[in-house]
């Protein structure tokens, strides 16, 4: 988003679970308590996305409050990096329109904006109905067994603490850039993360892309690892195709940064669960 100029045209980067290897939809992993947290940070999300302009916006106009919506609350790195937020932003009015390019007028901000707290609603925004579902929906499937085992607050402590370093360690990577990035997926990687450490053999029922969709029941390791090998390869060009607008970087860091304390937290843990290659733990 070019905020030097009189006018900006509508993007945003979305840290979003693209280009999986498989589609979980169950996992085999029993649970000694209900997961709060987990249901409340889903029901959370989807709340604020059916308030968000991102849905109640309409209109040839839609697109320029969608992107004065997102440089007022989501993380931009220019201003995680500098600490400051942008001088230009857009204002909501349209400028122009061109075929499929809609140019959206800026201005100096009326509000002000503290750029570490907007990491924390960036987590909570989303740009679309697939972008904010495949996000839930890993978080549902792999959120509640992490919950049962750190605790609610704790789960909820390190849920955030990994949306923190995943978007500080997507801005360091690009200093200067002012596209807003959205999306939370970087916290959710964390807890992909330490779920492959602590629970790595556990069953997960997914849906394997080949011709069509097939019903497969794989490890963990298995359908996380593939998982973040595709982020990483994504997030350092070797697939050979464009990244988009998916900040595939933030994945990774998420993603190493839940590992990390999902190792801890399993040498330090006194559950004496242990979870063979069905999933089913042996007390």
């Given at each position: 988003?070019?905020?030097?100029?009189?006018?900006?045209?509508?993007?945003?980067?979305?840290?979003?679970?693209?280009?999986?290897?498989?589609?979980?939809?169950?996992?085999?992993?029993?649970?000694?308590?209900a997961?709060?947290?987990?249901?409340?940070?889903?029901?959370?999300?989807?709340?604020?996305?059916?308030?968000?302009?991102?849905?109640?916006?309409?209109?040839?106009?839609?697109?320029?409050?969608?992107?004065?919506?997102?440089?007022?609350?989501?993380?931009?790195?220019?201003?995680?990096?500098?600490?400051?937020?942008?001088?230009?932003?857009?204002?909501?009015?349209?400028?122009?329109?061109h075929?499929?390019?809609?140019?959206?007028?800026?201005?100096?901000?009326?509000?002000?904006?503290?750029p570490?707290?907007?990491?924390?609603?960036?987590?909570?925004?989303?740009?679309?109905?697939?972008?904010?579902?495949?996000?839930?929906?890993?978080l549902?499937?792999?959120?509640n067994?992490?919950?049962?085992?750190?605790?609610?607050?704790?789960?909820?402590?390190?849920?955030?603490?990994?949306?923190?370093?995943?978007?500080?360690?997507?801005?360091?990577?690009?200093?200067?850039?002012?596209?807003?990035?959205?999306?939370?997926?970087?916290?959710?990687?964390?807890?992909?993360?330490?779920?492959?450490?602590?629970?790595?053999?556990?069953r997960?029922?997914?849906?394997?892309?080949?011709?069509?969709?097939?019903?497969?029941?794989?490890?963990?390791?298995?359908?996380?690892?593939?998982?973040?090998?595709?982020?990483?390869?994504?997030?350092?060009?070797?697939?050979?195709?464009?990244?988009g607008?998916?900040?595939?970087?933030?994945?990774?860091?998420?993603?190493?940064?839940?590992?990390?304390?999902?190792?801890?937290?399993?040498?330090?843990?006194?559950?004496?669960?242990?979870?063979?290659?069905?999933?089913?733990?042996?007390?």
């Open positions: 988003m070019a905020h030097n100029s009189p006018e900006t045209r509508t993007k945003n980067r979305r840290s979003g679970h693209h280009g999986a290897v498989v589609i979980p939809i169950h996992d085999v992993n029993p649970l000694r308590r997961p709060i947290v987990t249901f409340a940070l889903v029901a959370l999300n989807v709340v604020i996305f059916l308030l968000s302009p991102m849905t109640t916006s309409h209109g040839e106009a839609a697109p320029c409050h969608q992107a004065a919506f997102l440089d007022q609350y989501a993380a931009i790195p220019h201003e995680l990096t500098h600490n400051q937020q942008l001088t230009r932003v857009p204002t909501g009015d349209l400028k122009a329109v075929g499929q390019e809609v140019l959206c007028t800026t201005g100096q901000p009326t509000y002000h904006k503290s570490p707290l907007s990491v924390l609603y960036a987590m909570f925004l989303h740009a679309g109905w697939l972008h904010l579902l495949g996000n839930m929906l890993f549902w499937i792999f959120g067994n992490i919950e049962d085992r750190f605790g609610r607050l704790r789960f909820l402590l390190f849920y955030l603490f990994c949306g923190y370093i995943a978007a500080y360690g997507f801005a360091y990577a690009s200093p200067d850039s002012t596209t807003p990035l959205l999306g939370a997926s970087g916290a959710i990687a964390g807890v992909l993360g330490a779920y492959l450490v602590i629970f790595p053999r556990a997960v029922w997914g849906l394997v892309p080949f011709l069509f969709f097939i019903p497969l029941k794989l490890p963990a390791w298995l359908v996380l690892g593939g998982w973040f090998l595709l982020q990483w390869l994504y997030a350092t060009g070797h697939t050979g195709s464009a990244v607008d998916v900040a595939y970087l933030a994945h990774v860091v998420g993603f190493i940064t839940g590992a990390l304390i999902g190792l801890f937290v399993r040498a330090g843990s006194s559950d004496p669960r242990r979870y063979p290659a069905d999933g089913r733990p042996a007390w």
